[in-house]
């Protein structure tokens, strides 16, 4: 029971233009939700949140959007930099089976192209 | 610079072996986390820690074990290697048990095991 997913398992975008991550999720008891940013070899680092209460959030060159009627949050980069191509994952947490946790989707490879 | 270390970062071990992962956080964090990360699923929760000696299951613990003695050091123990355990196993830790706001969580760089 996925309860986090993000349906494109990659994404090619050209330098210098937005990239747009998606993702999706079923609990409605989600308080906040986060964007990782995971390079070969490397954990995963965390990017930008977003609490259920809120809409937007900015930060720098990354936006997080959230779109609670459709249980939908999106991460959008601009402009998109080579340094950008790595593996982002989403999060979502909540306390679930009586333990605050987080839940990720499967991720996105996002690629930019000079 | 806060770190979260994982002992090995490559690791391969025979199907039947117990096998220890450690990881150990230098930021004074009450909260620690094992994942693991495979192609298609993400990353899936295995065990985790709110506090010394204390310890959750996640969503898939079925094969494994954990030990947090100390603060700073949270173990992960595959008490019989099996083949399907081949995988990147990621440890976190977080001063809140959400992770949320601008700290997030911080991982270790990972371990790359295989079973063999």
């Known amino acids: 029971d996925q309860q986090v997913k993000q349906n494109s398992p990659s994404l090619s975008v050209q330098e210098g233009r937005i990239s747009i991550l998606n993702c999706d999720y079923t609990n409605s008891m989600f308080d906040y939700f986060l964007w990782y940013k995971k390079y070969p070899a490397e954990g995963p680092t965390f990017l930008i949140s977003i609490s259920s209460i809120k809409d937007k959030n900015e930060d720098g060159r990354f936006t997080v959007f959230l779109n609670k009627s459709a249980k939908h949050l999106s991460l959008h980069i601009v402009p998109s930099q080579p340094g950008d191509s790595a593996v982002y994952f989403c999060a979502a947490s909540a306390r679930i089976q009586g333990a605050q946790k987080l839940v990720f989707g499967q991720g996105t490879r996002l690629t930019i192209n000079p | 610079d806060v770190k979260v270390t994982q002992s090995s970062r490559y690791l391969v071990k025979r199907t039947g072996e117990k096998v220890f992962l450690e990881c150990v956080q230098d930021m004074d964090h009450e909260n620690m986390f094992w994942y693991r990360q495979d192609p298609g699923l993400g990353l899936r929760l295995i065990y985790f820690?709110?506090?010394?000696?204390?310890?959750e299951k996640g969503d898939i613990p079925e094969g494994y074990s954990v030990s947090r003695e100390k603060k700073e050091r949270f173990s992960l123990i595959l008490e019989s290697a099996s083949t399907n355990q081949t995988s990147m196993y990621l440890c976190a830790s977080s001063s809140k048990p959400t992770g949320t706001g601008r700290d997030g969580y911080t991982f270790g760089s990972g371990t790359r095991l295989t079973v063999v």
């Open positions: 820690s709110y506090d010394v000696k204390m310890k």
